[in-house]
């Protein structure tokens, strides 16, 4: 059985927030342990369709994926519940250490073309 913190390994994550009706919504994100606490953390704009449906509905399940999204068959499901916070100094070095150059070019690019605040999705076992 694959826990939450089993997912910190993966290098993407499909995370499905719900809307009110209930329908899930699929999105492939990072994810690396939570330096400030025992699940995980997703990184996301402010205002985005995830942190407006996870303010709706906490619940959430992850798969792991491929860069594009696609999840095997047989990918397991991990249930969890979303919060979200600041996006602190703490959290931006878990994910350079975790995915160094990568991370640096999506910031870079974020910076030039976003004036949206990053927020954190914390995430823990349901």
Known sequence: ?????????????S??????????VPTTVW??????????????IDGSGKVKRVRGNPRVTLRPCGRLGKVDDDAPTVEATARVGAFT??????????YGAEYHVIRGVER????????ALHLTAA
């Open 1 to 13: 059985m694959t826990s939450l913190r089993d997912l910190a390994d993966e290098s993407f994550v």
């Open 15 to 24: 995370l499905t927030t719900f809307r009110r009706s209930g329908e899930g």
């Open 31 to 44: 994810v690396t342990a939570d330096p400030d606490g025992d699940g995980l953390v997703v990184m996301t």
């Open 89 to 98: 100094d703490r959290i931006e070095q878990a994910f350079k250490d975790a």
């Open 112 to 119: 030039l073309t976003s004036d949206k605040q990053r927020v």
